[in-house]
Structure formats: structure tokens, C-alpha cells
């Protein structure tokens, strides 16, 4: 379920357009490969990075199961890196059509965003925000 919900992010923010919410406040749109990666960290200054992990067990009727994702900006500012994340998880909160292929409800685990620190050198600032993916089986 993971590398469904992950390809379904992945699409998800490559698809945003320059005018959404997430994309305005980052001053860009996200292109794979470039600012926008799956599972590794690159080495991008200003970058978008989807890491899958692991989320809990299926429920022992099998009718709901769930998927965790973390995303981290990478940013040269904390305004700009806190500004880009919370807009990322006001979009993200209780969305249904990110995940409607795999019929699941994304929920931030967290209210606002959490910043690990800046990068030795002070190159850029690095936050990350959560979510559990809540699927249920029609």
C-alpha cells in the first residue's frame, strides 16, 4: 500500500499548478527529479522530498489499512520553509483526492510543521510535516 500511496503523492505534487496554494508559497512548481523526489534527500537547496513509512496494521475484518507518508521542504529560509509546510498541510489535512484512486483520507498527524534545523553550512533549513493515510475498503 505504501509505494501506491507514495506514487499517488508523487503525482499529486507534480500535477499542482503555479497558482496553488502550495506552489505560491514556494515560488515554484515541483518537477520530479529536479525539486521534487521520492525516498532520498538531494542534494537541492530548495527541494520537496515524499519519504513512505510504515503505518499500523489492517484491521482483522481487512476492510480499513493505513499508510504514513513524511514530506520534507528543504528551503534556504525557516519564514519560507514554515510558510511552504503549512501550506502544505492546510491542502493536505482530510483530503479525499489525493489518494481516490486507493479511496483513502489523508490526515496531518500534526497541526503545524516541525523543523529539524539548518544544514551544516547554513545552506538551508529543513522541516518536516505527517500524515496517515486512511484507506477503507468498499
Not at 499500523?56 to 520534507?72: C, H, N, S
Not at 501550506?87 to 479511496?103: D, K, V
Request: proline share 4%.
Amino acid at each position: 500500500m505504501a509505494t501506491v500511496v507514495t506514487e499517488e503523492f508523487r503525482r499529486y505534487f507534480g500535477n499542482l499548478t503555479a497558482t496553488s496554494g502550495i506552489c505560491t508559497a514556494a515560488g515554484t512548481t515541483w518537477t520530479e527529479g529536479t525539486n521534487l523526489f521520492v525516498g532520498f534527500e538531494a542534494q537541492a537547496t530548495h527541494c520537496l522530498v515524499i519519504h513512505p513509512y510504515g503505518g499500523g496494521p489492517p484491521t482483522p475484518e481487512g476492510d480499513r489499512q493505513e499508510a504514513r507518508i513524511q514530506i520534507m521542504y528543504k528551503s534556504p529560509t525557516r519564514r519560507k520553509v514554515l510558510n511552504v509546510q503549512q501550506s502544505i498541510i492546510n491542502t493536505l489535512h482530510n483530503n479525499t483526492n489525493i489518494c481516490a484512486s486507493s479511496n483513502g483520507r489523508v490526515s496531518a498527524i500534526q497541526s503545524t510543521p516541525i523543523v529539524l534545523g539548518v544544514r551544516e553550512g547554513g545552506e538551508s533549513v529543513i522541516s518536516v510535516s505527517n500524515y496517515t493515510v486512511k484507506h477503507t475498503k468498499i
